[in-house]
């Protein structure tokens, strides 16, 4: 029989002196630089874990020329760690005569293991067979080489190229590379590049080698060449210049969040060009110039202090050059031109209004197989329509639901939209004002894109206003899923072309943000229902996106930060049958409340289901339709009957009026005992077949409703692990 644990303490002595790794590169992109500070960082981690060397903290830093990693805390040699392999049940490990089982022997085997080196490991599943391997050390410099070349293999973003005849691939052609543990290079080498101690400064201000004597002076170096690593402090520094140029110039610069990560991740050092255009282009809706402005130029709008629009923006430069006129003169220039486009197309698109432009949405291509934009356009008046009814909106706020849906995606045949495709929404919006269309019409017509992106949260400004844009939003996000998964695209691994995750997340956030109550899979077969044809059945479309719905949810509730057992709750909930978002998170709520208010209640309630689904599911297909009163012998099973007949029909209600708390307190008070009694004297698995189906139907009468229709409880593992622990103590 297996051996009782033991623990062994392995800490690795971990150094003082800082290690340093950058890759010199050409200029990157500032859109893949939003992500590169996870990226890195990931890599390194990833890394440092698989191969058992411990650090104390990772600062990534990222600029346009450089990815670099600094290191504190790293120790000198991998550590000794024990790997744990956790088997099968004791009770299926050995037979009668406590020798191995071919279910043990393939255990062993299959992970180079002695029987000897077997012990007993409590888990919330009952006892097993576990063992430990001790794992090898080496030291770090020893296996650095061969691993720095695997950490920038994993750096990987959208778009790679390979530039010589090593035909590494990566962001941009790598030009330097440093490895310095303290004062010692640390070699590799990459793309054909050795590592070194040399690294370089500012391209135009000091574009000159920098040898380092050590990492640690690797901040101050760069920082005296004009050189700001941190992105925090470009960004704070780019905040400071503009604040400088608001005061000296006498207007207020609207300093949008998302502009200033780009502009901060186009500069080693930034440095504020300030320059003007054309009174003329005033007349421009402000949503047009601040595109340009923005989207194009990457500069600031600068307004009054009433709010209004100047003709002046502000430019982030890479730093103070004696040339700044000129470079001033660029900005202008070219941001002229692109206003004039926009002034004429602008005056094109206005001389027939938004509606005229509908027919010819029938010559726009939607999805191979799904119709034209015109067509989607359709669906989308019957979703509106339906949803809107559905979430019980008034018949004035129906219409205007069913009217933005009509008008929604005119935009995308204006000349304005095909030269600013970014525009498409907002465009669409300014055109339905200038025709004198609702303004909620306007404002669902402009926001039903939104959200951006997963990590984007939902904005609400006037819920009352919005309300039709967030029902429009939803619509257009199903049926771009329901039509896709219906032609037989559909999400695979990290593949997305069609940008699906974005659509299921965004209808999560926006349901969630509007608190709308609707059920999933009616809104999934109701677009289904809309298209002309399909390859996939409506029932598979509505089981496949419910599962992304489910991932999408768990995401989007986990991104706030989620304990454990919180999380388990959640995974819990989602394994029981659910149709509205909503209540999911309701139930969740309620659930994650219980465990903190009444923790012992809860793991009985936990330990009941537990139980009960262990046992049914070794007797899979051999439960009675329903419990024959006749066939209880035993005074414990009868007394356990009796408890579910009183009890039952209230715990039904209250998860019928959505009080979840109140039924699983109910559950674990009033069952728990009586759940003991029952597996203490009762011997469920009776040989008598129809005895034991008998049995198998009382627990499932016990159990069925808390499990589907509240929260699957046999999924929380970490309350019942918790309680272990200290019923050992």
Known sequence: MPKKQTKKNNMKRTTSKRYLFEIGVEEIPSIYLEDAEQIVARAFESLFTGQRIRFDKIDVYVTPRRLSAVVTGLASSQTEEEQEFVGPSESIAFDAQGQPTKALEGFLRSNGLKKEDLFTKETPKGPKVAAKKTMESKSTLDIFPELLVDVVSQIQFPKMMRW???????????????????????????????????????????????????????????????????????????????????????????????????????????????????KQYLTLPQAVLSTCMRRHQKVFACFDKKGKLVPKFLGISNGARKNMKVIQKDYENVLESRLRDAKFFYQEDTKTPLSSKLEKLADVTFLKGMGSVLDRTNRLVSLSEYLAQTVKLNSTEIEQAKRAAQLCKADLVTQMVYEFPELQGTIGAEYARHDGEDERVAIAIERHYLPLSLSEPVEIKDKNKEIIGAILGICDKIDILVSAYGSGIELKGSEDPFALRRAAGGLVKLTLAYDLRYSLQKLIEFAYQQLAKATMSQEEVVHRLMAVFKDRIQFELSSSGLSRTQQEILAAVLASQWQEITDVVNRHEQLCALEKRESDTFFNACKVVERAHNILKSGKGNVSPRVETSLLSEDAEKKLYSVIEKNNALIQDLIQKAKYEDALLKFGRVYIRPVDRFFDEVLVNADDLKVRANRYALLEQLSSDIINRCADLSKIESVVSIRLAKAKV
Do not use: M
């Open 164 to 278: 010589n005849d090593s035909q590494f691939k990566f962001v941009r052609p790598i030009r330097w590379l440093v490895s310095l543990w303290g004062e010692k290079v640390v070699p590799c080498q990459i793309a054909g590049l050795k590592s070194d101690r040399l690294t370089y400064g500012h391209r135009f201000l000091s574009n000159k080698p920098i040898t380092l004597k050590s990492a640690e002076e690797y901040e101050k170096k760069l920082s005296q060449s004009h050189v700001i690593l941190s992105l925090s402090q470009r960004k704070e520094l780019t905040r400071e210049v503009i604040a400088a140029a608001e005061k000296e110039q006498g207007f207020v610069c609207g300093v949008d969040a998302g502009l200033l990560n780009v502009v901060s991740n186009l500069v080693e050092e930034p440095f504020v060009v300030t320059g003007s255009f054309d």
